[in-house]
T-cell receptor, first 114, second 111 residues
Framework: DAGITQSPRHKVTETGTPVTLRCHQT?????MYWYRQDPGHGLRLIHY???????DKGEVSDGYSVSRSKTEDFLLTLESATSSQTSVYFC?????????????FGPGTRLTVL | GQNIDQPTEMTATEGAIVQINCTYQ??????LFWYQQHAGEAPTFLSY????GLEEKGRFSSFLSRSKGYSYLLLKELQMKDSASYLC????????????FGAGTRLAVHP
């Protein structure tokens, strides 16, 4: 199994509070991704990174920011959490951008915003 | 947008064969992945297709027709542990190995 961990695994917070989720990998993979998964929508890309300090927006980036100061860590921040951001968040990593390079997923973080 | 369509739910009997279909827009296609996801767990990789034809891996096979924008995942000799969601994901041109996922097909295997 790819070495990917996410923290925290579960979090309950209140509307308006900042929240940071951490993804940590031990595979030295270049590409990292943050997804959210909601019933009926499948996995949707929030932000991704293609190297240290290199990040870009995905399809549902509003209300989220990311940072990657080290190869192994990719942080997702909700500056002011809203109830619509209640979801399961998955981090994924990929070694390369082409060919048979599947994404490996972390265990997920279940976030509830009250 | 780049919609990925797959059935929401399917049921099948233990020992049988089931086929899960996936359709997508053909423009910019650059590879298709199938993942399995058990309830409460992370998705895990099953198969990859980029050329037309069938890729076989044990009890699981995946087929691709690029001209039709169509793929299927074939599960043989179904076991109870195959009860899970199956996610179809397409990589379109644009780099960075970004994937667009379908909503997933929830498969229930009954005795």
């Amino acid at each position: 199994d790819a070495g990917i961990t996410q923290s925290p695994r579960h979090k309950v917070t209140e509307t308006g509070t900042p929240v940071t989720l951490r993804c940590h990998q031990t595979e030295n993979h270049r590409y990292m991704y943050w997804y959210r998964q909601d019933p009926g929508h499948g996995l949707r890309l929030i932000h991704y990174s293609y190297g240290v300090k290199d990040t870009d927006k995905g399809e549902v980036s509003d209300g989220y920011s990311v940072s990657r100061s080290k190869t192994e860590d990719f942080l997702l921040t909700l500056e002011s959490a809203t109830s619509s951001q209640t979801s399961v968040y998955f981090c994924a990593i990929s070694e390369s951008s082409s060919g048979h390079n599947e994404q490996f997923f972390g265990p997920g973080t279940r976030l509830t915003v009250l | 947008g780049q919609n990925i369509d797959q059935p929401t739910e399917m049921t099948a009997t233990e020992g049988a064969i089931v086929q899960i279909n996936c359709t997508y827009q053909t423009s910019g296609f650059n590879g298709l992945f199938w993942y399995q996801q058990h309830a409460g767990e992370a998705p895990t990789f099953l198969s990859y297709n980029v050329l037309d034809g069938l890729e076989e891996k044990g009890r699981f096979s995946s087929f691709l027709s690029r001209s039709k924008g169509y793929s299927y995942l074939l599960l043989k000799e179904l076991q109870m542990k195959d009860s899970a969601s199956y996610l179809c994901a397409v990589r379109f041109s644009g780099g960075y190995n970004k994937l667009i996922f379908g909503a997933g097909t929830r498969l229930a295997v009954h005795p």
